[in-house]
């Protein structure tokens, strides 16, 4: 399975994004996919998932309702639109996939993207 991130940039607080992960193979039927990001100097934490079936997501409290985590499985892409975007956001993004389905756990990843970074100014 290969990952591609993109869609990351510099935006001001306030402003919208949207993140593509194109996945290779028949990923979304077999893996959950999910979104995770890295601040400078911080642990690698969780975001947004979303199930095999793309009939569930689950987002971090600390996202939930400016983030949404979507897929498309025609075209084997997930997408995360980060909206009301703050500079505690900025981090490098990284899609991954998981043979669990849907998990919050990095550890439950089998596969990663190379990331693509998100600066937010203020």
């Known amino acids: 399975v290969q990952l591609q991130a993109s869609g990351g940039g510099l935006v001001q607080a306030g402003g919208s994004l949207r993140l593509s992960c194109a996945a290779s193979g028949r990923t979304f039927r077999t893996y959950g996919m999910g979104w995770f990001r890295q601040a400078p100097g911080k642990e690698r934490k969780f975001v947004a998932v979303i199930n095999r079936s793309g009939g569930s997501t689950y987002s971090s409290d600390s996202v939930k309702g400016r983030f949404a985590i979507s897929g498309d499985n025609a075209n084997s892409v997930v997408y995360l639109q980060m909206n009301r975007l703050q500079p505690e956001d900025t981090a490098v993004y990284y899609c991954?996939?998981?043979?669990?389905?849907?998990?919050?756990?990095?550890?439950?990843?089998?596969?990663w993207g190379q990331g693509t970074l998100v600066t937010v100014s203020s």
């Open positions: 991954a996939a998981s043979r669990s389905s849907i998990s919050h756990f990095a550890r439950d990843y089998n596969y």
